[in-house]
């Protein structure tokens, strides 16, 4: 290993790694880059960040001789802990799924927990912080009372952000509820926009077939679920190689109907987020998805063009992002909408939410002059992260 490889070239042997089932044109480039010698320190602690360490072991453990021991060593401790816990958290949340089935309450299992037992061939390869839950509005009271019952508290989101207690829109409530190291989050909008949106088509919910331990839960359908991960991504600016590795997985179950799909971003008017989840996992694994597949929900050159802005598709390769604000779906799909009103009825509370709930949101006392600051931050930052992308740019 006498050529050590370079920050691009480590970040290529991540993403080859972060995905399962690597055909064998790939695992011979893993090879070569193993060979030349990885920053194995900075390598580890980035796939660790990027949530795919498991997926890292699974797709080098077969090249021993290409790897320090104690690297491999560690690893495979990382991968035997994941698997561990995995399974331990499925267990623990067992007792809520049958109490809920039982009430007849309509939640369903979404992301993690759903992803590493149905996207996955190995529960260990898909880690996961908390289980996400979406819920009805209606149904939250009894399912409140269940959790208290069952020996949860809410507890404080593991970023800064408010809690119920702070008034705000409706969108800034996604509560989290814990039990030892059981976390719980909690979602009432499952496409995660920033305004209302019409409730999920009942026919949308499969019935409860995905088994965790003895007890079936109510997961989306396939397309639901694709679309959710794709904008779910988008929110967070793709920080994360696993959550486009799930796109990747979703897109390539066998039962997906692309025409559903479709149906979905018709309804819904998400088809920038979605195009450009679907068109960055093609960037990263080619021919995951078939092209003819692809442009049908290819949006127009405007569309596209700012997508590219934002999120440019070598930058995702290489790992270099600017983490946009979580709204920039939302921005996108009242694009899609074409409604003035709604447009300005949604973007008031983003840019200018309550003052009360901006003050817990960012620990500032709701009279301080800072909050001012707050709301002129809130306006300047998009901006100010455009023109950063503009001196940046080729």
Not at 174 to 182: A, V
Request: charged share 25%; net charge positive.
């Amino acid at each position: 290993m006498n050529h050590p490889l370079s920050r691009q070239q480590d970040a290529r042997l991540l993403v080859l790694c972060a995905r399962p089932d690597l055909p064998r044109r790939d695992l011979a480039e893993v090879q070569d880059l193993l060979r030349q010698g990885p920053h194995w320190g900075s390598l580890i602690k980035k796939a660790d960040e990027e949530g795919v360490l498991a997926l890292l072991y699974e797709n080098i453990k077969g090249f021993p001789e290409d790897i320090p021991q104690g690297v491999l060593e560690r690893l495979k401790v990382h991968y035997l802990r994941s698997l561990a816990r995995n399974a331990h958290i499925g267990r623990q949340v067992e007792p809520l799924f049958r109490e809920i089935r039982r009430s007849g309450l309509n939640v369903v299992l979404t992301k993690g927990l759903r992803l590493a037992l149905t996207a996955y061939s190995d529960v260990a390869l898909r880690p996961f912080w908390d289980v996400d839950l979406v819920a009805s509005s209606s149904d939250w009271p009894a399912l409140e009372k269940i959790l208290l019952s069952q020996g949860f508290v809410e507890a404080p989101r593991p970023e800064p952000g408010e809690r119920r207690a702070a008034p705000g829109p409706a969108w800034t409530y996604s509560p989290y509820f814990r039990r030892g190291e059981l976390v719980l989050e909690f979602h009432f909008n499952v496409l995660g926009l920033h305004f209302p949106i019409r409730p999920v088509p009942a026919d949308g919910v499969l019935p409860p077939t995905l088994a965790v331990g003895g007890t079936e839960v109510m997961v989306f359908s396939p397309e639901q679920e694709l679309c959710y991960l794709c904008l779910h991504a988008q929110q967070h600016s793709y920080r994360k190689l696993i959550w486009l590795t799930d796109i990747g997985q979703m897109a390539t179950q066998e039962k997906i109907s692309w025409n559903k799909v479709a149906e979905i971003c018709q309804a819904f008017k998400i088809q920038a987020p979605v195009y450009h989840g679907l068109t960055l996992v093609n960037r990263l694994w080619p021919e995951t998805i078939e092209r003819r597949i692809l442009s049908r929900f290819a949006p127009g050159f405007a569309t596209r063009t700012l997508l590219g802005f934002f999120w440019p598709e070598a930058a995702v390769a290489d790992r270099e992002l600017i983490s946009w604000p979580c709204y920039m779906p939302s921005f996108f799909s009242l694009c899609e909408r074409r409604s003035a009103r709604l447009a300005v009825r949604s973007l008031g509370p983003i840019l200018f939410p309550p003052r009360l709930w901006l003050a817990r949101a960012c620990g500032v006392p709701e009279n301080s002059l800072r909050l001012y600051y707050q709301y002129a931050r809130r306006l300047a930052r998009p901006v100010g992260l455009a023109l950063r992308r503009l001196v940046d740019s080729p």
